[in-house]
Every structure is written in C-alpha cells, then in structure tokens.
C-alpha cells in the first residue's frame, strides 16, 4: 500500500479505513447464542436470515460508523474455533461487560489485566468461541 498516510492504514476512496469490515461467529445452536449475545451485549439482535447455505443473525450496525458489522452464523461450513482466530470486542467498561458476560454464561480463559494502554480479559462463549473483551484504560 503506497500513499502519504503511514504505512499501517488502508485507504478505500481517498479515506483511511479498517481491513475488517465483518465478523462472522460460528455458532451449534443459533437461537442459545442470540439469547447469549442479546444478554451480554445488551443488544437486540437482528431476525435471522438464510444466506447460500447457512442461518445468518446479525447484530446492530451503523454502515456509516467505524468498526465492523458482525453476525452469528450456523451452517455447516462454520464450526466453533476454540483454537483458532479470536475475535476481540470494545467496551467502555470492562468489569460491566465481562459481569454481563460471565452472567449469560461464558467462561473467562485470561484477565481482566492490563495491556498497552488497554484493561483486557479473553472469555469463551456459549459456543465455543474465544472471545476478547478490550477497553481503553482512563
């Protein structure tokens, strides 16, 4: 990537922009991780949706904000990765949201602790899934 911005963005026209756009959570049963998500969140998610060969339920999203769009997925090309990618969330308040998640069910690996500027803990899911919880440290 060449430009007068540093080297570590990514321009899409004329704007600096995130490489991840979307997130997608491998989910066994759907309708267990929306109520997980829903509570921990404290979101509504989206009615699911069947895209090619898999149940999609996205979470809010803002097409004209920053971050990235996610959605639970169950199909059979998604299978839980325990060991494999994370995905990490921001929070404002970290102890609140790993409270709330721990609550709905989710078991913490790592943390809370600090690092580089930010509070951090490493949970697993209803699923599975490893998921980061990061906020800025005050």
């Given at each position: 990537v060449e430009g007068d911005y540093p080297a570590h963005h990514l321009k899409r026209s004329g704007a600096a922009m995130n490489p991840v756009m979307h997130v997608e959570i491998p989910v066994a049963d759907l309708a267990r991780a929306t109520a997980f998500y829903q509570r921990w969140l404290q979101v509504v998610?989206?009615?699911?949706?069947?895209?090619?060969?898999?149940?999609?339920?996205?979470?809010?999203?803002?097409?004209?904000?920053?971050?990235?769009?996610?959605?639970?997925?169950?199909?059979?090309?998604?299978?839980?990765?325990?060991?494999?990618?994370?995905?990490?969330?921001?929070?404002?308040?970290?102890?609140a949201s790993l409270a709330r998640a721990l609550q709905a069910g989710a078991t913490l690996r790592f943390g809370p602790a600090e690092a580089g500027g930010w509070h951090v803990a490493d949970t697993v899911d209803s699923e599975g899934n490893r998921i980061a919880e990061q906020a800025p440290m005050a």
């Open positions: 998610i989206h009615a699911p949706v069947q895209v090619h060969d898999c149940t999609m339920a996205y979470l809010p999203f803002d097409d004209d904000a920053g971050g990235a769009s996610m959605a639970l997925v169950q199909g059979a090309d998604y299978r839980t990765p325990e060991r494999g990618a994370r995905t990490s969330i921001g929070v404002d308040d970290l102890d």
